[in-house]
Structures are given as structure tokens and as C-alpha cells.
């Protein structure tokens, strides 16, 4: 079956990192979107990967291991207004390249 | 500006009743989705359409029925068959059917059953 696993809470400190992973089994792998979900608000998209590595956009980096079906949101120099849920989605061939949906870890951000 | 705008925010809905969830958009998407997501859990997909008068069940269809007519308007009704419908409903659009294009989300309507 296509599943996807992430840590359903993460807690850390205004000012440090915090790395957010996701462990996924799929048949039609195409690629890893990220996507962040304030309390009661709509999903915004952060971040794609398609090939392995690491794509940077500005405090946010998303890496991608596909032969360990493995992926992390990395989020820098934390603020309150990251406090929110971030969901890890597969894109995959096998089901007409619909986004397949962890679900979500809730970040919490401490002073 | 172009959006996707779900209307309304909330709906009460009385057990048996039927109720329509509105979804516009003006990206000029082709594909547009309807997802459920409950307390703590990610989205799960209802039904999805990639081209107008055509649409597919997503993995939680029943009890669900939808219409694509028109490019921009993709409206969900929640059936009296649909026995837990309290949840949070998203609509969203993409412009392409593959590669890495995101998916563009409205801002949810969030029904309740009285």
C-alpha cells in the first residue's frame, strides 16, 4: 500500500533549527512536496523535490533520498510564526499523479 | 487577483439534509480536488477532476457527489448518506497533471452537523 510516516509533534526553541522527516512507501514515486497549514487555515506550499538532494529557499531546505524513500523539512532561525502543522505529500505516477498526504507534524515553537 | 475562494467558512447541516460546498477558482486550473481533513490527521482526497465535465472518486467518494460544468466552479454536496460529515473540507487546483506544479488551496469550509 502507499503510506507516508512523520513524527506527529515536534517542539523547539524560537531562534534554533528544527529538522521535520518523513518516511514514505509508494509505487509510483514522482517527487516530495511540503506544505505548511496554520491552525484553521488553508495548506500553502514550501517546497518540491523531485531528484536527490538539498533545495534551499531561504530559512526552509527540503532534502530528498530516493533510494532511502526518505525526505526532512529543515527549518532555520525559528520564529512563533512557524508554529504550525507541516505535511509531507508524495506525488505519485500510479494514481494519476495525485498528492498523497502524511499526517502532519504539529511544530511547536517556545520563547 | 486570482484565488480559489470556498464559500461558505461555515455550515451548519441538520442529520438528512443534503449540503453544497462552493469552490471557485480563477487560475484557470484544469484539475481541481476536494480533500477532507479531520482533527489531527492529514487530507484525504473525495474526488478529484482534471478536465471540465469529467471527475473521478478520490479514497472517501461515498456519501459525496460533485459536478465539474464549468472550468472554474467545482461544488461538492455532502449527502445524507455521508454518516460522519463534521469535518474540515479544502478545495484545491492545480495548472498541470504532473511534475512538480503545487496545488493552490481555498481557505476551507468547516461543517458541522447540528
Known amino acids: 500500500g502507499q503510506s507516508l510516516e512523520q513524527p506527529s509533534e515536534v517542539t523547539a526553541v524560537e531562534g534554533a533549527i528544527v529538522q521535520i522527516n518523513c518516511t514514505y512507501q509508494?509505487?509510483?514515486?514522482?517527487?516530495l512536496s511540503w506544505y505548511q497549514q496554520h491552525d484553521g487555515g488553508a495548506p500553502t506550499f514550501l517546497s518540491y523535490?523531485?531528484l536527490d538532494g538539498l533545495e534551499e529557499t531561504g530559512r526552509f531546505s527540503s532534502f530528498l533520498s530516493r533510494s532511502d524513500s526518505y525526505g526532512y523539512l529543515l527549518l532555520q532561525e525559528l520564529q512563533m510564526k512557524d508554529s504550525a502543522s507541516y505535511f509531507c505529500a508524495v506525488r505519485d505516477m500510479d494514481s494519476n499523479y495525485q498528492l498523497i498526504w502524511g499526517a502532519g507534524t504539529k511544530l511547536i515553537i517556545k520563547p | 487577483d486570482g484565488g480559489i475562494t470556498q464559500s461558505p467558512k461555515y455550515l451548519f447541516r441538520k442529520e438528512g439534509q443534503n449540503v453544497t460546498l462552493s469552490c471557485e477558482q480563477n487560475l484557470n486550473h484544469d484539475a481541481m480536488y476536494w480533500y477532507r481533513q479531520d482533527p489531527g490527521q492529514g487530507l484525504r482526497l473525495i474526488y478529484y477532476?482534471?478536465?471540465?465535465?469529467?471527475?473521478q472518486k478520490g479514497d472517501i467518494a461515498e456519501g459525496y457527489s460533485v459536478s465539474r460544468e464549468k472550468k472554474e466552479s467545482f461544488p461538492l454536496t455532502v449527502t445524507s448518506a455521508q454518516k460522519n460529515p463534521t469535518a474540515f473540507y479544502l478545495c484545491?487546483?492545480?495548472?498541470?497533471?504532473?511534475?512538480?506544479?503545487?496545488?493552490?488551496f481555498g481557505q476551507g469550509t468547516r461543517l458541522t452537523v447540528v
Open positions: 477532476s482534471q478536465i471540465v465535465n469529467d471527475f
Open positions: 523535490n523531485a
Open positions: 509508494t509505487s509510483g514515486f514522482y517527487g
Open positions: 484545491a487546483s492545480r495548472g498541470g497533471q504532473g511534475g512538480n506544479t503545487e496545488a493552490f
